[in-house]
């Protein structure tokens, strides 16, 4: 895996991937991603409003998620496979903290036709590593809701452990879900208030 540091957070590219943090260029490819996904991440995803699938709303939003990106609060990753300009999924950390939880919240979604080639696994495990490394986090914690298999699979092969339920946890497509929690832990943490 080779870098190209865009600080804090670098490209990363593996053999066959992509990823990286979006940036104003990628306001069309996000648009497309959405709009072509529509359907198929619906029942996954809370209710979204149509500025949500139009270029004026991602345009607002990716500045948005820039300034967040240079505030060292939240991360939102693109995955591409090399070669293709095609957004085949995304990877978002939010609710990134530091002192005292130094821990972030990852979610993501795969297209529909990038299913099942295990792009997400690969994408999650690099994004961690980085995301562990550069910022020096602790934590990162996910949810899923129970009938969704493969992002259990998933988790679970990027290190990520059962931590318990949570009944009613989040609004999805307009109804209360219960989501399994689970975490992965930074086996490289160091504390850097003690010199």
Not at 103 to 117: D, K, L, T
Not at 154 to 163: M, P, R
Not at 173 to 186: A, P, Q, R, T
Request: net charge neutral; aromatic share 12%; glycine share 4%.
């Amino acid at each position: 895996m080779s870098l190209k540091i865009i600080n804090p957070i670098p490209q990363i590219r593996t053999d066959d991937l992509n990823i990286c943090t979006i940036t104003s260029s990628d306001v069309a490819a996000i648009t497309t991603y959405f709009q072509q996904n529509r359907e198929f991440l619906r029942p996954w995803e809370p209710r979204r409003n149509e500025s949500f699938f139009s270029y004026e709303g991602w345009d607002r939003r990716v500045n948005q998620l820039v300034e967040l990106a240079h505030h060292k609060m939240c991360f939102y990753f693109l995955i591409r496979e090399n070669g293709d300009p095609d957004v085949r999924g995304l990877i978002t950390y939010s609710n990134v903290s530091m002192y005292p939880s130094y821990s972030a919240v990852v979610g993501y979604s795969m297209a529909e036709h990038a299913q099942g080639r295990g792009i997400m696994k690969k994408a999650l495990k690099a994004t961690n590593d980085i995301i562990f490394d550069r910022l020096n986090l602790h934590r990162i914690s996910a949810a899923f809701m129970p009938r969704n298999t493969k992002s259990q699979s998933v988790l679970e092969s990027a290190g990520f452990v059962k931590e318990g339920l949570a009944k009613e946890y989040l609004l999805i497509n307009g109804v209360w879900e219960d989501h399994i929690l689970m975490s992965v832990s930074n086996a490289n943490w160091y504390n850097p208030n003690i010199e």
